[in-house]
């Protein structure tokens, strides 16, 4: 296997314990925000020529957002790395029980090309901060970035404990055949199958972050034009290469025919009225996807957009009307800048349309009355949720980022990210002495004894007597 | 097989419907789960005597009492486990609602074992209730008689579609594993623990799987042995050794090994009498097929104590090997029976360098009068869980999360853990439609004041004390209004 040689090199800083001492994880983290302070440029370069992505963008997502999760891990990781002590029962009381954070070993991180710096840089801070090696196999897709990653992250991580590996699709295979001691993939839901099943050859715990259909309900109570900001902004960031973006809109269709109106002026305040020369506006990240994309057109009618142009991978910003069900923009996630409006008679049969379906990674609501966005939440389920916005929940560190069902399993973020990649040891601490007690507990049996062992061990509920 | 698709899919019907949400609903199922615990208690007993040779007393402190606890602690703690949790928020969503929201994950699999059988089916069942999903129960085929009184007592208490009870052996529980869950989890071996998951793959379905390994037990020569022998032999031999925390071999220095086979010897007498057959307190092995395999494990070891068998009633006697050879057949595999290796080591640190070349166990024990070296093993050796100077114990301990890592498995359950096991903690926020003021920064055209601002709003290098929350909150007023005014 190529790749034996540099796992077991990993392994063997692994068991020399170089990577327990918070000292060490905190330079580790330290560097980390080095290299995007003195990469910022490079990085805001490499994802231009990977998928246009327009600077702003980089700079929140792959350079702001990330060293956002730095500093909460910087700030809070002796906290999180402390050992939990737990409530005891009456029989434990004179003994030491508590939550032991121990890192996994050797873990593997393996990113996609939408966000290519964010996706595996929020992922490996949590993996540094609890203690584990690192191997990081960024996307091949985003080619720059991969360039980028694979020739200066070694200048700033211990070469030891910490490796990227440069790999296409056969070569991943072979890198799964390796044992791993966690797994955290971002990605497709088909290929998540596959790193699960290569994952359960070695009982290897994972997260993986995948993705799905993100509908988003518009009630006919609403402010229009801030809805459609917001869901036009949601859309068409990174132009539309999002896991998290709304997908699809279901409203009425008198609100159709409102929104129409409003996101067209929304797209006209964002990207001027020629988006393709906007330079806030990206592009499709390579051929195969654009071609993909393009099809999906012939969806609806087009309102808005449309335009293609296959040598730059321009796809406009786009909004398709009356779709059905049955189009091809319904059969799989969009992952560009389309945004298909389905026409729905009634919030109840938005929420239908919605269960029927496989659970996505978020669900948007948008209403003025709080109490539609309720029960949507409440008569629905996702990864996520947001109320009148999109994409925001992600950016809140202290909300846990994940999905459910086939959009994902795991969540992370903040001390999410830490606990993703910590195994919570139960650990208690006896005391040698009062073995008089213990007697209760050993045979011979007796009716006596256990009345007795009863009274000692059981949780009582609340309003009956105890003996203490 | 047809059966296994009506069974999962009533059973998601039910869930669809909406009404094991209610809390209401959960109480009134964890009710009649209790009410069942106690109005059959002797039922159950009857049971798992019959598969384990298992006195009452040991019956119900092991599997009776851990599931009344259970009961207990959920139905006290399900209105605060199930409700929304607020957490912190940062400038930008100050004014906005953010928390995080338990929810069900739908329809889950719990797959027992047959060694606990009543307990290892219960407890994660309470759990999962709790956390408001369908569940599918499906006991070890293994220790057929609780088997069979789980698949006819659940449908006389609990809703009959939402917690059916499916019964069979291998063929049926690869066909189950075929149906798509939301969650499962599955207590037994490791090698089987892999088939699960790979079956749990092809839908996406997160897992909890509690297997086993071997469970090393460290003695330091600095400890009082008679304690430990004693607390030791406890955990050792009950349920027969078939217990998957049961300290699997012991790690000595040489001086010490003929006093600890000693103490064992005088803590069996004193628990099993002269005759061990004859104690009602001692179990037998489960099945022939496992009796032979533990009998195998004995060919060209020491036997300092023990090793009398019994085929036709499954009875192993508490045996002792001594000298035992790392690379010997009883140190390959989980032993899961009567019998305790000793191997001698020189020191700590040659203990922690044999348990780390291993595969990770599930519970590992180090006894010593030292704290620091009890310390010292814990922090250089990775495990499930842990117990110092005892064995067994943090099984007992409900605010303990009960798992394996590596080979010995992934997840954890017990208590409030088994709630969080079973929920989707999914994220909520929820934003005012009509404050567009600070959303401005973040829509295109871009420009510099707006990446400058951006940055204001989302890095938080700072220390956040109460005072600096308010300095915080006010410039946080005053930032908004100058940029409604700038970008208005």
Not at chain 1, 443 to 466: D, H, I, N, W
Request: net charge neutral; with cysteine.
């Amino acid at each position: 296997n190529p790749y034996a040689g540099l796992v077991n090199h990993l392994r063997a800083a692994w068991l020399s314990g170089k990577t327990r001492p918070m000292e060490y994880r905190m330079a580790q983290l330290e560097a980390l925000g080095r290299f995007l302070d003195e990469k910022k440029q490079d990085i805001l370069e490499a994802t231009a020529l990977d998928m246009g992505k327009p600077s702003f963008e980089a700079y929140f997502t792959e350079i702001l957002l990330c060293k956002n999760e730095l500093n909460d891990t910087l700030n809070n990781l002796s906290h999180w790395m402390k050992d939990e002590h737990v409530d005891k029962n009456l029989v434990m009381q004179l003994d030491s029980a508590f939550i032991r954070k121990d890192p996994y070993g050797v873990v593997l991180i393996i990113a996609p090309w939408n966000y290519p710096i964010h996706l595996f840089l929020v992922p490996l801070i949590g993996a540094i901060a609890a203690g584990n090696c690192v191997v990081v196999k960024p996307s091949e897709i985003a080619k720059n970035t991969e360039r980028l990653v694979a020739e200066m992250l070694s200048c700033y991580l211990d070469n030891d404990c910490f490796a990227v590996v440069t790999a296409g699709v056969q070569e991943t295979t072979r890198l799964l055949e390796n044992k791993f001691d966690y797994i955290f993939f971002t990605g497709t839901p088909s290929v998540g199958r596959i790193i699960m099943t290569a994952a359960a050859k070695h009982l290897t715990p994972v997260t993986l972050e995948l993705g799905g259909k993100n509908p988003c309900y518009v009630s006919d109570t609403c402010e229009v034009q801030n809805v459609a900001r917001r869901v036009a902004w949601g859309r068409f960031f990174n132009a539309g290469q999002t896991c998290v973006a709304p997908d699809y809109v279901l409203c009425s269709v008198e609100m159709q025919e409102k929104l129409m109106p409003a996101l067209r002026e929304a797209i006209t305040e964002f990207f001027g009225s020629n988006p393709r020369e906007s330079p806030d506006f990206g592009r499709i990240v390579g051929d195969k996807q654009f071609r993909r994309i393009r099809a999906l057109l012939c969806s609806g009618r087009v309102a808005i957009g449309g335009q293609t142009d296959e040598k730059e991978r321009y796809v406009a910003p786009t909004v398709l009307a009356d779709v059905l069900p049955s189009d091809p923009a319904m059969q799989e996630e969009i992952f560009g800048p389309i945004l298909p409006i389905v026409v729905v008679a009634n919030m109840d049969e938005a929420i239908d349309f919605i269960n029927a379906r496989p659970r996505p990674l978020a669900i948007y609501a948008f209403s003025c009355d709080s109490k539609v966005v309720n029960q949507v939440l409440e008569r629905t389920s996702s990864g996520g949720f947001c109320g009148n916005d999109t994409l925001m929940h992600t950016a809140l560190t202290s909300l846990p980022f994940g999905g459910i069902g086939n959009s994902g399993l795991g969540k992370y973020h903040g001390k999410f990210t830490f606990d993703t990649f910590t195994h919570r040891r139960g650990c208690l601490h006896r005391n040698m002495g009062l073995e008089a007690l213990n007697a209760l507990r050993y045979p011979p049996y007796s009716q006596q004894k256990l009345g007795l062992l009863s009274a000692t061990f059981e949780v009582k509920r609340k309003g009956m007597c105890t003996l203490l | 097989m047809e059966r296994m698709k009506e069974v999962v899919g009533r059973a998601r019907a039910a869930f669809n419907s909406g009404r094991c949400r209610s809390l209401e609903f959960r109480m009134q199922q964890l009710k009649a789960l209790e009410r069942m615990v106690q109005e059959k208690e002797k039922e159950i007993l009857a049971a798992i005597k019959a598969d384990l040779h298992k006195c009452g007393h040991n019956a119900y402190s092991h599997e009776i009492l851990g599931v009344l606890g259970e009961l207990a602690l959920a139905m006290d703690k399900l209105p605060s486990w199930a409700a929304p949790q607020p957490v912190k928020r940062n400038l930008l969503t100050m004014r906005d609602e953010a928390y995080i929201c338990p929810e069900p994950l739908g329809v889950v699999l719990i797959i027992g074992a047959w060694n606990y059988p009543f307990v290892l089916v219960m407890q994660p069942l309470v759990g999962a209730i709790a956390a408001g999903n369908a569940v599918v129960v499906k006991p070890s085929e293994i220790s057929e008689n609780t088997a069979r009184l789980v698949a006819d007592l659940l449908p006389q208490y609990l809703d009959r579609e939402l917690y059916p009870v499916v019964t069979g052996g291998v063929p049926e529980t690869t066909e189950l594993l075929t149906q798509r869950f939301d969650h499962i989890l599955y207590t037994g071996s490791s090698a089987v623990g892999k088939i699960v998951m790979a079956a749990a793959a092809k839908h996406l379905t997160p897992v909890t799987l509690e297997l086993g390994g071997k469970s090393p037990c460290y003695i330091d020569k600095d400890c009082d042995l008679a304690v430990a022998c004693r607390r030791i032999t406890w955990g050792k031999y009950m349920n027969c050794g078939q217990t998957c925390i049961a300290p699997d071999y012991i790690l000595c220095d040489p001086s010490i090994q003929s006093k600890v086979v000693e103490n064992i010897k005088t803590t069996l007498q004193e628990f099993y009498g002269e005759d061990v057959k004859s104690s009602p307190d001692y179990e037998r092995i489960i099945n022939r097929r496992h009796f032979r395999r533990i009998l195998g494990l004995l060919e060209g070891q020491k036997i300092a104590h023990g090793g009398e068998a019994d085929e036709a009633s499954c009875f192993i006697a508490p045996t002792i090997l001594t000298d035992v050879s790392p690379e010997s057949k009883v140190m390959e595999e989980e032993i899961f029976g009567p019998v305790l290796p000793i191997l001698t080591v020189k020191s700590v640190d040659e203990a922690i360098e044999f348990i780390n070349r291993r595969e990770k166990p599930l519970a590992l024990y180090v006894f010593s009068n030292n704290k620091k070296l009890i310390k010292r093993v814990i922090s250089e050796t990775s495990s499930g869980g842990v117990t110092g100077n005892d064995v067994i114990m943090h099984f007992f301990l409900s605010t303990l999360p009960f798992g394996g890592v590596g080979n010995s498995g992934m997840g954890a359950y017990h208590g409030k853990h088994s709630f969080e096991t079973f929920s989707h903690r999914r994220a909520c926020l929820i934003k005012d439609l009509k404050m567009e003021g600070t959303n401005k920064l973040r829509y295109p055209p871009s420009s510099q004041k707006k990446v400058d601002w951006a940055r204001f709003f989302l890095l938080k290098r700072f220390n956040k004390g109460r005072a600096g929350l308010v300095i915080l909150a006010l410039l946080g007023i005053v930032a908004a209004v100058v940029v409604k005014v700038s970008f208005g």
